[in-house]
């Protein structure tokens, strides 16, 4: 730390993001990314754009939100593009919770670095004991609440309906509901925005379209919240989104056939995996999303982690009250599950 950091600052504890090795040559199962590469059409919409690159990009990516309004039902203005959900949701906490942010004591690890970052009180509202979210927890409070839906590391989803619910018990309070994993088998607020003027929904492409990389998001909303949005985001980067990933983002929205596939896929392979590892003794949370949360009676969550490692295969064990024993395993390639199915067994019976 050096002597010229804001003192506002010195006990902030940044985000720890999952481990990406450059080296050695890992199964790769522990940031919840695709397996698959991002549509073809990505990559024919690329062809010659990169000389392009001497450009500034369109601050207002209109290409990419003509075709995220297209596939959703909804008008640009209705829209903003991010540089990942990441800038988005650091957006929100920053301009839209004047009251303090009401999330979850289990969900997404940033929503409490956003909340320190920006002077944010929060309020945590502990899961139940089966780590649902129980959203009668949240009625009449006057935060702003984020609702991680399907919520992350657990993978539970909640019913729009019941979101929606909350959103119209309070006008005057709004609700965020971050969709990251929304599309491997959840149902999404989207269908609300039109009805509801407290309800912001968070999309990113970086897991079910395959463009982690990219950098790619959005968030739908009332027009006057997206205003909003773009008040701090034209008062910060007006360029957030850079020439290749608004092109890659455009033409992957507008692949609907590929994106189902990859989503069809990785829901068989996690249920298929699902039932390889409780045949092995696993217990897990009920998933709809690309990852699983699993915990074994007889290994511990830093061991099972390290396991792994020793054999080339990276999860998430994130720690932490009530979370200690479980892992966060994403669902990969079929052939990778098996090398992980297999990796657990031989775990298992040397620990026997
Ligand atoms: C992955 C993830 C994000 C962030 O994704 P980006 O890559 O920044 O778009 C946001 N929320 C949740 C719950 C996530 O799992």
Redo the contacts with the bound molecule.
């Keep these: 730390m050096s002597i010229f950091l804001d003192p506002r600052l010195n006990t902030l504890k940044p985000y720890t993001p999952g481990e990406q090795p450059q080296v050695g040559k890992f199964i790769k199962l522990n940031t919840?990314e695709s397996p698959y590469p991002p549509s073809p059409r990505v990559l024919e919409a690329l062809e010659g754009k990169w000389e392009t690159l001497r450009l500034y990009p369109d601050p207002d990516c209109r290409e990419l939100i003509a075709a995220i309004a297209e596939v959703n039902g909804l008008k640009a203005e209705q829209l903003i593009a991010g540089n990942?959900?990441?800038e988005l949701?650091a957006f929100i906490f920053q301009a839209l919770c004047p009251k303090g942010a009401a999330f979850a004591d289990i969900s997404?690890g940033f929503y409490k670095v956003w909340a320190q970052l920006y002077g944010v009180s929060a309020k945590i509202v502990p899961l139940r004991g089966d780590f649902t979210i129980c959203l009668d927890d949240y009625r009449g409070l006057e935060e702003t609440i984020f609702i991680?839906n399907p919520n992350?590391p657990t993978g539970i989803a909640l019913d729009p309906r019941d979101i929606a619910a909350l959103a119209k018990e309070k006008p005057d309070r709004l609700v965020v509901v971050?969709e990251?994993?929304v599309d491997f088998g959840a149902k999404s607020c989207i269908r609300y925005i039109n009805e509801l003027s407290n309800l912001l929904v968070v999309h990113?492409f970086?897991?079910s379209r395959n463009l982690?990389g990219g950098?790619v998001?959005f968030a739908a909303g009332s027009r006057e919240l997206i205003a909003d949005l773009n008040r701090i985001k034209f008062s910060f980067n007006p360029y957030n989104i850079n020439r290749i990933s608004q092109i890659a983002g455009a033409a992957s929205v507008l692949d609907r056939q590929y994106f189902s596939d990859c989503c069809s896929k990785i829901i068989a392979t996690r249920e298929k995996s699902a039932r390889e590892l409780r045949a092995l003794g696993f217990e897990m949370t009920e998933s709809r999303a690309n990852f699983l949360f699993a915990k074994h009676p007889k290994l511990k969550g830093a061991d099972l982690y390290l396991k792994l490692r020793e054999r080339g295969i990276l999860v998430r064990h994130f720690g932490g009250e009530r979370i200690e024993d479980y892992v966060r395993i994403t669902v990969g390639s079929d052939m990778e599950m098996d090398a992980l199915i297999d990796a657990l067994g031989a775990i298992l019976k040397e620990g026997t």
């Design positions: 919840n990942g959900s990441d949701l997404y991680a992350a971050d990251a994993y990113t970086s897991k982690a950098r998001a």
